[in-house]
């Protein structure tokens, strides 16, 4: 098993992971009880790496898809109800011979992620390095902090609370949640880019260059660095606040606000320069253990690349680099819980949505719609003038005519 591994090296890792997935007999097998009895007593993540069986290396490198549809259905979807993670493609096929081999790139980054989940059990809390990103809901006009259905700073300031009774480091913990606002954002309706949110590093370009190995893939969009997008003209800019070991940031957005789906359709399309410094800013400088994703939803998981199964070139798999991913999502969006988890290696954690009910009318336009009603079904007999002169004052009591 990985946790008791000393050696810690590609091979073992990717067999530890294997492991999992032929031991978890689960829905296929009609075994459930028996899956639930293997996964608890092994205690670690399962991740549900793969190698490909319907198609070549190459048609997968290719596809947009990524792994074929019958093997997602089998090897992705089914284990994803035992509670299976990361569906990484471990290992290709031959086109001429049919046999498989390994990938050794897809390996590496399967061993480090396995890795970086092990030693989660392993650090102690107060040493460990959290993450929390939040968005600009919905992504191309929202107000920083927001997330469907979830009251996000309110929220986070109870995590950080939980957190310290845990022996986290949350260093000086704001009082409330507006001083936790007030320390991320100096307006709590601040726009995102803009001089309401706090920098919390400035990235040289050097640096950024010589950390981001996939930054000259992103210039055919968008030039060389820094850009226009959280930057200053001369440095990238990662907007945020640090607590203690904890470091609360704010996701760049899109880079395409007039047309966002741009990136999903567009093969050309990617990242701009500010969304990668974020994730090169919270693996390679804050070196953060774990990041959590916080509400529905961000635009980390729509970045363009393969729907299951990402190669190295896939942005989602490059941007999320080896961090654990943890996500708060909306119980009600279990369709684009699974992009998350299939496309930013996400292990997703459902919040209620609140509860609704008919809010109704107030008193005054309770009575103007009666009054309505009534008109509609005796505007022939007598009395429609004067149902009709009482509809005119009750809408002026309601300041309707100004």
Not at 294 to 302: A, M, V, Y
Request: glycine fraction near 8%; hydrophobic fraction near 40%.
């Amino acid at each position: 098993c990985l946790t008791t591994c000393r050696r810690r090296c590609c091979c073992c890792a990717a067999a530890w992971c294997a492991f999992v997935v032929l031991q978890v007999g689960g829905p296929a097998r009609q075994d459930a009880p028996r899956a639930v009895e293997a996964l608890t007593n092994l205690g670690v993540p399962y991740l549900v790496s793969l190698p490909l069986v319907f198609q070549t290396t190459e048609e997968w490198l290719d596809s947009e898809l990524g792994v074929h549809p019958v093997q997602v259905a089998l090897q992705v979807a089914l284990p994803e109800l035992d509670g299976a993670l990361e569906p990484i493609v471990f290992a290709g096929r031959d086109s001429n011979t049919g046999k498989s081999h390994s990938l050794p790139d897809r390996i590496e980054s399967l061993a480090k992620r396995a890795i970086n989940w092990a030693s989660l059990r392993k650090k102690k809390n107060a040493e460990k390095k959290l993450a929390i990103t939040v968005f600009s809901f919905p992504p191309d006009k929202g107000n920083v902090g927001t997330a469907a259905y979830l009251n996000v700073f309110g929220s986070i300031f109870r995590v950080l609370k939980n957190l310290k009774a845990c022996g986290y480091d949350v260093g000086a913990l704001p009082g409330n949640e507006m001083e936790l606002i007030q320390s991320v954002l100096t307006q709590k309706e601040a726009k995102f880019n803009s001089t309401d949110l706090n920098i919390a590093y400035r990235m040289p370009v050097a640096e950024y260059t010589q950390l981001c190995e996939y930054s000259e893939a992103l210039e055919e969009n968008w030039g060389k660095p820094p850009g226009q997008l959280n930057s200053n003209g001369q440095e990238l800019l990662v907007y945020g606040q640090q607590f203690g070991n904890v470091f609360i940031g704010v996701q760049p957005t899109f880079g395409y606000e007039g047309d966002p789906m741009r990136l999903l359709f567009s093969r050309s399309a990617s990242p701009h320069h500010g969304f990668a410094a974020y994730y090169t800013f919270l693996e390679k400088i804050f070196k953060a253990d774990a990041v959590l994703h916080f509400g529905t939803h961000g635009s980390l998981e729509f970045m363009p690349g393969k729907q299951v199964g990402m190669s190295g070139v896939c942005y989602p798999d490059s941007l999320i680099g080896s961090i654990p991913n943890l996500y708060y999502y909306a119980a009600n969006n279990p369709s684009e819980a699974t992009i998350a988890k299939r496309r930013s290696y996400a292990n997703t954690i459902s919040y209620l949505t609140p509860p609704a009910e008919n809010a109704g009318l107030y008193k005054g336009l309770k009575e103007l719609k009666e009054l309505i009603a009534s008109y509609q079904s005796m505007r022939e007999s007598g009395r429609a003038e004067q149902i009709c002169a009482t509809i005119i004052e009750t809408a002026r009591q309601c300041n309707l005519d100004k």
